[in-house]
Each structure stands twice: as C-alpha cells, then as structure tokens.
C-alpha cells in the first residue's frame, strides 16, 4: 500500500522570558478524543487551509515577500510558501485568541487599545462560528498578517506509516504586548506557559506524552540562555533542524539534555 499523502500544516511555538528558566514557551495538550495524537502535548497548530493560500491572503501578508519566504521554505506542496506563515497565525488565533496582525504599514495592533481588544475578540467569534475567514475579518478591521515576528524553527513529515500524515512547518514567536493565550476548549484540553528545560525533562521522564517535532523544539530551545541568544540565533531566518535527518545535538555538542545544562564549552552562537 502506498503511503498517505501527507497535508501541508503549520504550528507555532510563543515564547517568553521566564522567571526560572531564560526561556519559557506555551503548550497546549490535545483533545483525548482527536484522531490524530489525542491526548498528546503539542503547540498551536493545524493543517494548511485552501484560503490560506489564495491571491488576497497572500497579498494581505506583511513583515516579508513571497519570494523570500519561497527561498527559506523550498517547499514541495504546490502551495505559495506564504500560506505556512498565514496558517500558522490562523491557527494561533483559533486555538489561544492571539491574533498577529498589524497596519499597512507593518506596525503592530495595540491589543491594549480597549477597541482594538473588543475588534479582535469579535473577529475569534465569527471565524469559529463560520461567518467569514480570517482574510476578510483582517481587512474589516484594515488589518494585515503580520508574520515579521515568525522566525522559521523545523519542517517535520509524518512517518509513511502513519494513517495520517503531515508535512508541517514550525515557526517560534513572540507576543505582542497586551495579548496573552486563552484556553479554548474546541481542539485543547490545557494550555500552559513552561520552561523549555523543564518540559525537556518532564518528556524524557515519560510524563509529557509528545510527538518527535515537540520533544526537538524543547531540546533546542533549552540551550539559549536568553531570548536574545535566540532571536540571534535566527537571524538567518534558516530552519535550525528538519524531519529525522538533522538532530539536535548537531548545535549543541556539549550539552547535557537530561539536565538542560552546557558541561563543556558555550554555546556556537556565542562569540
């Protein structure tokens, strides 16, 4: 039998200083009842809709071009490389209310703006009860995506064996100030704020039940000592790690992932 064909998806990891750890990132925990990986850890996420990939979506992008972010991406899904980055915030809004957009200048809504706030929670509620999309509540409100915070983190296949299959591609983010996730209960069962080194241990340990993408991307972001370190780390706008091929030792070679402490040398993107 020929394998399933695995369909285009998008995820994003939020992250943030932490008070005992430098770098902190939110999670949310699967619906039991999901086919796919229910009951597992995860971040924010889901599958590459048609409408992210349309001619007014793609236009609707600001924070970078389409054909820098083709270049980035090579994808091979027949899709404009854009529709990740526009999945991605999708997603995000759907599952935890954070909405990054911005003005058509590419400068950020101010979620403390009591209008802007009061804009925003109105726009969740008619794109989950179906009354448009995103593309069109974006530009009621003379929004934009703003995918300038995203820097591209992995792209991770699911296995050929797997019934069901995804080809996704996992972006790490910053909050915009004045905004913070919510719990929605439609695909979440928890969603929570954690240290990276310690949701590494609690997965290594067998309490976090995860998916291989997930257990990477706390690996790797339990290595900064800080969210310049790894902001400076992106700059190349590269992904740092992809499917089964690279593992994350590759960057961080003296590392010790039981503990989430360096034994032997700084890190590479220190000087």
Same mark, same amino acid.
């Given at each position: ?97 954070? !909405?990054?957009?911005?003005? *058509?200048?590419? &400068?950020?809504?101010? %979620? ?5 706030? $009061?804009? #925003? =929670? ?104 800080? !969210?310049?370190?790894?902001? *400076?780390?992106? &700059?190349?706008?590269? %992904? ?5 091929? $690279?593992? #994350? =030792? ?22």
């Amino acid at each position: 039998m020929s394998p399933v064909q695995p369909k285009p998806a998008a995820s994003v990891v939020l992250v943030r200083p932490g008070s005992a750890e430098p770098v902190e990132l939110y999670m949310i925990r699967r619906q039991e009842a999901m086919r796919f990986l229910g009951g597992f850890y995860a971040f924010p996420g889901g599958r590459v809709s048609p409408v992210d990939a349309t001619p007014e979506t793609v236009a609707r992008v600001r924070g970078l071009d389409a054909e820098t972010a083709a270049e980035r991406l090579r994808n091979e899904e027949g899709l404009p490389s854009l529709a990740f980055w526009v999945a991605a915030i999708r997603e995000l809004f759907e599952e935890t209310g954070v !909405l990054m957009a911005c003005d *058509a200048q590419g &400068a950020p809504i101010d %979620h403390r703006d009591p209008a802007v706030a $009061d804009q #925003v =929670e109105r726009s969740r509620k008619a794109l989950m009860a179906g009354e448009a999309g995103l593309t069109a509540l974006l530009a009621r409100a003379g929004w934009f995506y703003d995918v300038a915070p995203l820097r591209y983190l992995a792209h991770f296949i699911t296995p050929p064996s797997s019934p069901i299959r995804f080809t996704a591609r996992f972006f790490v983010s910053p909050l915009h100030a004045g905004q913070e996730p919510r719990l929605f209960f439609e695909e979440t069962s928890e969603g929570f704020w954690i240290g990276a080194r310690e949701g590494y241990r609690r997965c290594r340990a067998g309490e976090f039940a995860m998916a291989e993408p997930q257990e990477y991307a706390l690996g790797y972001l339990a290595q900064f000592n800080s !969210l310049d370190d790894l902001w *400076a780390a992106h &700059a190349d706008g590269r %992904h740092k790690f992809h499917g089964i091929v $690279d593992r #994350v =030792e590759f960057y961080g070679a003296g590392y010790d992932w039981t503990q989430g402490v360096w034994t032997s040398h700084k890190p590479p993107w220190h000087p």
